[in-house]
């Protein structure tokens, strides 16, 4: 739960990062806290992991480089509660991708909670005036940030599993650390392929120094999830942390002023299909 928490919290202080600053900046930033406060973890809980937790390091931090860039970019573009409940697609994808590898097929009420995350989704992504029965969808498609939002969920449905994997092969003290270091890595070498760092961002002394919250947040979350994942299924972890859902559309209409009045019903939906698909 702290990890739903510390979440929520996060997206509410990416938000208003992105109001002022570009996304790739507010993503390195953070990531940047995100690797000074994990890093000391490795000296602390050292470990001597196989050549195979090597590999799985690489294969998710290309991942969650792509995914942390498109999800500050999602936040920026779209409301929190309308581009955070995508993120509950995730269980719907690791269900479809056991099918099509192992064959299993999901419980009954699996099945209901694929249909409640459908239906939060389809709700919350009607518009005032939509006549047609697929536009939701569409508004889904046409929606940036929304689009963004669903490429991290089909991302972070590969990369859970991936994260247990690691975690066995080490522990998750030095597995945070170790991913903080290679994430803000790999970033910095996108942002330079990018096009570098904008000068705009970074012209204060201070810029990096009072942008330390979400990377505070971000690394409490992370730190919690893997913590847990090292106790419990993934399925019932990730299911926890995603309560942040609900949590950061709350922020988002109590802080932000979002209108978020017809978004808290289905967004239960969504929770309520997520927790169906984790029962077996």
Same mark, same amino acid.
């Given at each position: 739960?702290?990890?739903?928490? &510390?979440?929520?919290?996060?997206?509410?202080?990416?938000?208003?990062?992105?109001?002022?600053?570009?996304?790739?900046?507010?993503?390195?930033?953070?990531?940047?806290?995100?690797?000074?406060?994990?890093?000391?973890?490795?000296?602390?809980?050292?470990?001597?992991?196989?050549?195979?937790?090597?590999?799985?390091?690489?294969?998710?931090?290309?991942?969650?480089?792509?995914?942390?860039?498109?999800?500050?970019?999602?936040?920026?573009?779209?409301?929190?509660?309308?581009?955070?409940?995508?993120?509950?697609?995730?269980?719907?994808?690791?269900?479809?991708?056991?099918?099509?590898?192992?064959?299993?097929?999901?419980?009954?009420?699996?099945?209901?909670?694929?249909?409640?995350?459908?239906?939060?989704?389809?709700?919350?992504?009607?518009?005032?005036?939509?006549?047609?029965?697929?536009? =939701?969808?569409?508004?889904?498609?046409?929606?940036?940030?929304?689009?963004?939002?669903?490429?991290?969920?089909?991302?972070?449905?590969?990369?859970?599993?991936?994260?247990?994997?690691?975690?066995?092969? &080490?522990?998750?003290?030095?597995?945070?650390?170790?991913?903080?270091?290679?994430?803000?890595?790999?970033?910095?070498?996108?942002?330079?392929?990018?096009?570098?760092?904008?000068?705009?961002?970074?012209?204060?002394? &201070?810029?990096?120094?009072?942008?330390?919250?979400?990377?505070?947040?971000?690394?409490?979350?992370?730190?919690?999830?893997?913590?847990?994942?090292?106790?419990? =299924?993934?399925?019932?972890?990730?299911?926890?942390?995603?309560?942040?859902?609900?949590?950061?559309?709350?922020?988002?209409?109590?802080?932000?002023?979002?209108?978020?009045?017809?978004?808290?019903?289905?967004?239960?939906?969504?929770?309520?299909?997520?927790?169906?698909?984790?029962?077996?």
């Amino acid at each position: 739960m702290g990890a739903s928490i &510390s979440d929520a919290v996060h997206n509410l202080y990416i938000k208003k990062q992105t109001l002022r600053l570009d996304a790739l900046s507010v993503s390195w930033i953070r990531s940047l806290w995100i690797a000074i406060l994990l890093s000391p973890l490795i000296f602390f809980f050292p470990a001597s992991p196989a050549p195979l937790f090597w590999g799985i390091l690489f294969v998710r931090t290309t991942l969650d480089t792509v995914a942390t860039v498109l999800y500050v970019n999602s936040i920026k573009q779209s409301d929190l509660s309308v581009a955070l409940p995508l993120i509950a697609l995730s269980p719907l994808f690791i269900v479809i991708i056991d099918f099509f590898i192992t064959g299993a097929t999901p419980s009954l009420a699996g099945f209901f909670g694929i249909l409640l995350i459908v239906a939060g989704t389809y709700i919350i992504h009607i518009e005032k005036g939509d006549k047609n029965l697929f536009a =939701p969808f569409i508004n889904i498609y046409k929606d940036k940030g929304s689009r963004m939002m669903l490429g991290v969920s089909i991302i972070w449905s590969i990369t859970s599993t991936i994260h247990t994997i690691a975690i066995k092969q &080490s522990n998750p003290y030095f597995y945070a650390g170790v991913s903080g270091i290679a994430i803000i890595f790999f970033l910095t070498v996108f942002m330079f392929f990018k096009g570098g760092f904008k000068s705009q961002d970074f012209e204060s002394s &201070s810029a990096i120094p009072k942008n330390i919250v979400p990377g505070v947040l971000g690394a409490t979350a992370q730190l919690f999830q893997f913590i847990a994942q090292s106790f419990a =299924p993934a399925a019932y972890v990730i299911a926890i942390k995603r309560t942040s859902i609900l949590f950061s559309s709350l922020l988002g209409g109590f802080v932000l002023k979002e209108n978020i009045k017809n978004r808290i019903f289905p967004t239960l939906l969504v929770l309520l299909g997520i927790f169906l698909i984790i029962l077996k």
